[in-house]
């Protein structure tokens, strides 16, 4: 059985690409078979991965609107997990599906596809672009739960909301079975109250589970992209990578219940 989690959050810098490929690792890790989705035409993920997007000559676009089998594109990477990756070329996707019959359905069938060619994932995890756009709203459609990554800093909670909106949307219309599995604290710095504060009154005010530990703010996860592996190979005996790593086997017993 695959489980398919999409990390979203319409703000961007809230951590969700470094939570995919950190999560994805921690998962693969503890032998797991993972697929990482890029949907970001930044490609901040497949970057992130040691993949350069600029050599690349198909990617999740061409699988999501012309057709290409995804296991022509899928790539292995170094951290242990398979990757879908994006290029620039995915900023022409929400254009090149707005027009499209079943578009919200489209990444659902590019994965129930993979599925029926015997590419049994454990995980798959959907790396949103910083929207509440097409890719989104597809992204959402062929997940099963919704983690959303939090940066407690800030006035954080206010896109909450209408991220929450979308989900109900979702359900309504696309993905009856999608579930709010709940927020990922990141760049935590548990040394001020304010944090704690912020965290409270959004579990509180949205009714959101929130997952533990959080994941502190550390300057190694600034390192880990350009080296091309995720921090937990970076950094393995880090705090963020413990905690990514703990959050990882929460997943695993959500995904049981
Ligand atoms: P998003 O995908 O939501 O836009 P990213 O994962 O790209 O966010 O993270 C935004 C920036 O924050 C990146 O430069 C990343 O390296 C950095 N970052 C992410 N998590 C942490 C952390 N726990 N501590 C310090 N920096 C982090
Ligand atoms: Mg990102």
Not at 36 to 44: E, T
Not at 83 to 93: K, M, Q, S, V
Not at 110 to 138: F, I, K, M, Q
Request: aromatic content about 4%; glycine content about 8%; proline content about 4%.
């Amino acid at each position: 059985m695959t489980t398919t989690l999409a990390i979203a959050n319409q703000k961007g810098g809230v951590a969700k690409t470094t939570t995919v490929a950190s999560l994805g690792a921690a998962l693969a890790e503890a032998g797991h078979k993972v697929l990482l989705v890029d949907l970001d035409p930044q490609a901040c993920l497949t970057f992130s991965l040691g993949i350069d997007p600029e050599d690349l000559d198909a990617s999740v676009h061409h699988v999501l609107t012309k057709g290409l089998d995804a296991r022509e594109v899928i790539i292995e990477t170094e951290d242990g997990v398979d990757l879908l990756p994006a290029t620039i070329e995915l900023a022409r996707a929400e254009a090149d599906l707005l027009t499209r019959t079943g578009r919200e359905q489209v990444l659902k069938g590019v994965l129930e596809d993979l599925a029926e060619a015997g590419e049994a994932y454990d995980w798959v995890l959907l790396d949103c672009p910083p929207s509440l756009g097409v890719l989104t709203v597809a992204a959402l459609t062929a997940a099963r739960g919704v983690l959303v990554p939090l940066q407690c800093e800030t006035l954080s909670h206010r896109g909450v909301g209408q991220l929450l909106d979308t989900v109900h949307d979702v359900r309504r219309f696309t993905n009856r079975r999608l579930e709010v599995w709940g927020v990922l604290p990141t760049l935590y710095d548990g040394r001020t109250n304010h944090a704690r504060k912020v965290l409270d009154t959004i579990s509180e005010v949205y009714e959101l589970d929130v997952f533990e530990p959080p994941i502190p703010k550390t300057i190694k996860f600034a390192e880990a992209p350009a080296a091309g592996r995720s921090i937990l190979a970076t950094s393995r005996t880090s705090k963020g990578a413990a905690a990514y790593r703990e959050v990882a086997g929460k997943l695993v017993e959500r995904a049981a219940r």
